[in-house]
């Protein structure tokens, strides 16, 4: 019996070698797209997971709130409020801090940057990262030890086994030599902490030179909370604003905009930090949720076309099944045979759709920035389900359809059974739904990658090209040799200009004042601040709209120059800035005069273009530019080349650094490269998507192949009357390509409204955005209707060129 | 062993009612050579349908040596086929993608008769009806007559005691038919119990008993003088 059903599946996969194969990879490809978006879904919400007890520790957020500003969640917290948390509340098991810095470390020659994390001393035992090596208790008991990770050890010693060994750390250019006390795992991907190659304890110095161990309104690092449970941590969150209110009343450095404090637990953060300022950004739990629903859709649309296919397939077998019960087969043996047979069909679908997830998720990492891993002892129950599942549903509706045949009729007529005029309007809706889905998805994903293309080629108000910016130059103790660097710099070869600057392409923090102007109705807004160099405008090739910029011959253009008793300086804002003061132009705004900080006076000298140094998804902010001709805190160094490749350049500037600076480590990247941050998410998802969407129009190819080799075959009879009353090929051709490409032309027609909303929706949260062409919709429509007529053609003109007399053989 | 007695057969179709088949009584004894003959629509395929259990009947009696089939369970029929049947078609009705000897071979598969012992009555019956040489072939590489001798070996490589065979010689020319009534009558000889419908007076008188039917009546039944 066995042997049978297998020699009969064979047969029938070896003469319907094409059908039996769309049918087995498409359901592959489905299974395949639903494995591998589980395994994105199951990563991204696994974050933390693998720290032990992550649920219960929480971190503790700030979220400020100025007036006229929307409120602003941060990652970091005061340190100050650790102690009294405490103390206040005897829920919290316990509690740690950390604030990572990138440092230099040397061992010898090596030398490099590297993220160190300072932290109170019980850290490993609060978050207890997986130790390979060394005592966790013991690991930060000294001021002078250091816990590293495997691979900075391999970096530095050569080997893991560093235990003992010694590393130099310059702070703020003071050395300071680490015993190594513990070597750490190397920290997974799927985590919330900010990357750490180094733990080491915070040191007097430092807490004095920290601002946020005294101050409640600066935050530098993370501080991280310890539970007993959910409800622990539930209670202390609502009583948090009166924490606030009661211990930073009238305590130094009370924060001037509003402070909240909240907890997140870990094991959420990576949803939650979505619009978080966090040191890993979050993933919107929504774009989760729609990867597991086109998962499931991309699995059940898989199904449905399978389980159609090998429906149609034993409406036309319905014969077959008839003399087999003349024969004597029972409806149980029948039974056991469609599911031995179906099984086995998706038993191979299943085996090549695991093989196909191997194969993709690589790719899928490399395309969407994830670091996913199949984990066997998972996969494998899960896709035997949905074998059995698979297989059942699409044995059993046959089984049960065909045993319903009596064999007297199916067998005494020539004919073949019509299986249901239900079944055949069910199969049209099917590949309807599926074609809707296809056509809509790829809308988006062409809009989607459009408007990627678009954020990286948009005008960001300065020019990226042969831009570099070296983020080692602000470190503290060089702003005195500031200038010195630069000149060095200047004259590197193909270099063009050097300026330096506060803030830069993908600043880490931007500070805000709120300014105000004689006769100006409403609350004062809030500017960036940017401080800048010499030629800083010239560097950037920002546009001046009206007045001047910055130069030396001006007295009140450099804050150097200007006693701070004057409080008067020249000042050039932003087009943004202009609109946001009220003036009705920029050649408006220019000799006129705003407050800023400390009742200073700012007189606007110029006006310039608008600069876009941060996400193409935030409006612009008004902002106003003050001239420093000497060093000054935060600076990066911008340098302009023309003419020489890139990786040459960076060298040239390094050698040139290294031989100034022999001791600080080079850090630099291309403006492009720094801002690729912003677009890169979204050329990702356009990526992913693009797979997606073929997949999908691909599967939806495959359902109306098998709807179109479905009634072709039954239709053989009816086309070879038609030709023998006198249908010419090309009319019997002309009627079925149309009847078959009917769905996909109603499918469009409910696809676009569709398409429409959603890309409307995800344009508006682009501050740039490129327009919703009605091309978009046309150029899908249509190639989808192609798409449709080439997968239909070829049984259309097989079926139309038949020769009648072939057609009706027997009948 | 058969007996029939008060069989109709009414077919209802939304308001129209057929009667295929009108009191029927009729007994065929082991051995028997029975040709059916009538006008088209008279019912004989209905009654061979009956006769083969892949049709029941509306109301009366179908006895089969002691047992009463009109009661038994259709899984009970199945095997009731499987063992005592076999039933050759006007159209073949061979699977088109099991080669000859498989489909041949699925007169047994739902027997449990070990392989080597099905893979020996399969080449004997093939043997029989002369078409071993076509072992490995589709039917649609066999002509009409080699399929209709396809399925003949099929119906008998079970061995059974009954077999049915509906206008086995419809579709074929005299030569192939006058062979397909050869191996018939040979059948019969070695014992088997034959009931066949056929349009062919010639082929008719080749069996030893005539039944000529009317509007779903047994008309006359007559032995042919040998
Ligand atoms: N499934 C059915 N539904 C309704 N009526 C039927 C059905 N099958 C047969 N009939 C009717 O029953 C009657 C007998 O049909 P049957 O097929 O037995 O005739 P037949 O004698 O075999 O004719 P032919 O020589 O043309 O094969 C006919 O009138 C036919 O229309
Ligand atoms: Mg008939």
Known sequence: ?811 | MIFLSGLNRLYRSDDVETTALRSIDLQIDAGEFVAIMGPSGCGKSTLLNILGTIDRPTSGQYRFGDTDLTTLPEAALAIFRRNHLGYVFQSFNLIDDLTIEENIELGLVYRKIPRQARREKVAASMDRVGIAHRARHYPNQLSGGQQQRAAIARAIVGNPQLILADEPTGNLDTENGAQVMDILAGLNAEGATIVMVTHSPSHADIARRRIDMLDGRVVISVRNAI
Not at chain 1, 219 to 225: C, F, P, R
Not at chain 1, 260 to 268: I, Q
Not at chain 1, 526 to 554: Q, S, W
Not at chain 1, 795 to 805: F, G, H, I, M, T
């Open chain 1, 1 to 811: 019996m066995l042997s049978h059903t297998l020699v009969t599946l064979y047969r029938s996969l070896a003469r319907h070698r094409l059908f039996a194969a769309l049918n087995v990879l498409g359901l592959a490809a489905g299974i395949a797209v639903f494995l591998v978006l589980t395994l994105i879904v199951q990563y991204e919400s696994g974050f933390d997971r693998w720290l032990p007890d992550a649920s219960n520790i929480y971190r503790l957020d700030s979220t400020w709130t100025f007036p006229g500003n929307a409120p602003y969640e941060d990652a970091d917290s005061t340190f100050v409020a650790m102690q009294p948390l405490l103390a206040d509340y005897p829920q919290i098991r316990a509690a740690t801090r950390m604030m990572p810095r990138s440092r230099p470390v040397s061992v010898g020659a090596t030398i490099a940057s590297e993220s160190v994390a300072y932290v109170d001393p019980n850290f490993l035992n609060v978050v207890r990262l997986k130790l390979a090596e060394g005592d966790r208790d013991q690991a930060l008991s000294n001021p002078a030890s250091v816990a590293i990770t495997a691979t900075t050890a391999q970096k530095y010693f050569g080997t893991t086994k560093a235990l003992g060994r010694i590393l130099t750390i310059s702070e703020d250019g003071t050395k300071r030599s680490l015993t190594v006390t513990a070597i750490l795992q190397d920290l997974p991907h799927d985590t919330t902490l900010s990357p750490i190659n180094l733990i080491t304890r915070f040191t007097p110095s430092i807490e004095q030179a920290t601002r946020a161990f005294t101050n409640w309104g600066s935050a530098s690092g993370y501080t991280y909370l310890k539970f007993a449970n959910r409800t622990d941590a539930r209670s202390v969150q609502a009583d948090l604003p009166s924490f606030v209110a009661r211990r930073s009343a009238d305590a130094k450095g009370r924060p001037e905009g509003g402070l909240s404090l909240s907890l997140v637990a870990l094991t959420d953060a990576h949803f939650h930090d979505v619009a978080v300022d966090a040191p890993i950004p979050g993933v919107d739990r929504r774009v989760v949720f729609s990867l597991a629903a086109i998962g499931l859709l991309a699995l059940v649309m898989a199904a449905i076309n399978y389980v159609n296919l090998a429906t149609a397939r034993s409406d036309l077998r319905a014969r077959e099944v008839a003399l087999r019960k003349v024969m004597g087969a029972t409806r149980r043996m029948l039974l056991l045979h469609f599911l031995a047979e179906a099984m086995a069909m998706v038993a191979v679908a299943a085996l090549i759709g695991l093989a196909l997830t191997e194969l993709a998720v690589p790719v899928v990492n490399a395309l969407g920035g994830w670091a996913v891993r199949i984990n066997y002892a998972q996969i494998v129950p899960l896709v035997l389900i949905l074998v059995i599942l698979l297989g059942g549903v699409a044995g059993f509706y046959p089984a049960i359809l065909l045993a319903a045949y009596r064999p007297a009729v199916v067998l005494a007529s020539s004919r073949t059974p019509s299986g249901g005029r239900m079944g055949t309007r069910l199969r049209g809706l099917l590949v309807l739904i599926q074609f809707v889905g296809a056509i809509s998805f790829a809308i988006c994903t062409l809009v989607i990658d459009r408007q990627a293309a678009f954020l990286r080629a948009a005008d960001r108000g300065f020019n990226r090209d042969g831009l570099i910016i070296v983020e080692s130059l602000q470190a503290p103790e060089l702003v005195s040799r500031q200038n010195v660097i630069l000149d060095a710099f200047r004259r590197v070869p193909g270099v063009v200009a050097v300026t330096q600057s506060d803030r830069e392409p993908d600043s880490e923090d931007t500070s805000t004042t709120n300014v105000g102007r004689p006769g100006l109705i409403g609350p004062e807004p809030h500017f960036i601040h940017e401080t800048v160099g010499r030629d800083y405008f010239h560097t950037y090739g920002v546009r001046l709209l009206a007045g001047r910029l910055f130069d030396e011959a001006h007295r009140n253009d450099d804050l150097r120059g200007i006693s701070w008793d004057d409080r008067s300086f020249n000042t050039v804002i932003n087009e943004t800035g202009v609109e946001a003061l009220g003036f009705r132009s920029p050649e408006d705004a220019v000799g006129q005069t705003m407050t800023g900080d400390s009742h200073s006076r700012l007189t606007i000298i110029g006006v310039v273009a608008d600069v876009r140094f941060m996400s193409p998804r935030d409006p612009i902010a008004p902002q106003y530019y003050m001239y420093n001709s000497h060093g000054f805190a935060d600076a990066q160094a911008a340098i302009r080349s023309q003419g020489v490749a890139r990786a040459e350049m960076m060298q040239r500037l390094q050698t040139a650094w290294r031989t100034l600076l022999p001791d600080v480590p080079f850090v630099a990247d291309t403006a492009d490269g720094r801002l690729s941050e912003f677009y890169k998410p979204d050329e990702q998802r356009a990526r992913l998507f693009s797979a997606g969407a073929i997949l999908a129009v691909g599967i939806a190819c495959l359902g109306l192949y098998g709807l179109a080799s479905f009634s072709t075959t039954r239709r053989i009879k009816e086309i070879g009357i038609r030709k023998t009353l006198g249908a010419s090929t090309r009319d019997v051709l002309a009627l079925l390509i149309f009847q078959f490409v009917r769905p996909v032309l109603i499918a469009n027609l409910i696809a676009w409204p569709l398409a429409w909303g959603a890309m409307r929706g995800f344009l508006a949260g682009f501050d740039q955005r490129i327009p919703l062409s009605p091309l978009y919709f046309i150029a899908v429509g249509l190639g989808a209707l192609g798409l449709a007529i080439i997968t239909v053609l070829s049984q259309a003109v097989s079926v139309a060129r038949a020769e009648p007399s072939r057609a009706l053989r027997y009948e």
